[in-house]
């Protein structure tokens, strides 16, 4: 059985959809996807930064 993708168009900022239920599930994944991003590029700029400088005058 193929599973159906919703698809998500914004107007003024707010989330369409078949529910209240389902809006608030889609605003609660996308603020995770974006604390993990965040998370992601704190990691990558501590990596970054821990790393010894070569090259400098």
């Known amino acids: 059985m193929r599973r159906r993708t919703l698809l998500h168009y914004g107007k003024d900022g707010a989330l369409t959809g078949p529910g209240k239920d389902h809006a608030e599930t889609s605003m609660q994944a ?9 998370h ?12 010894p400088r070569t090259g400098a005058a």
Do not use: F, G
């Not at 996308?30 to 965040?38: D, G, I, N």
């Open 30 to 38: 996308l603020h995770l996807r974006r604390s993990a991003l965040v």
């Open 40 to 51: 992601v590029s704190t990691l990558l700029l501590q990596q970054v930064l821990a790393e």
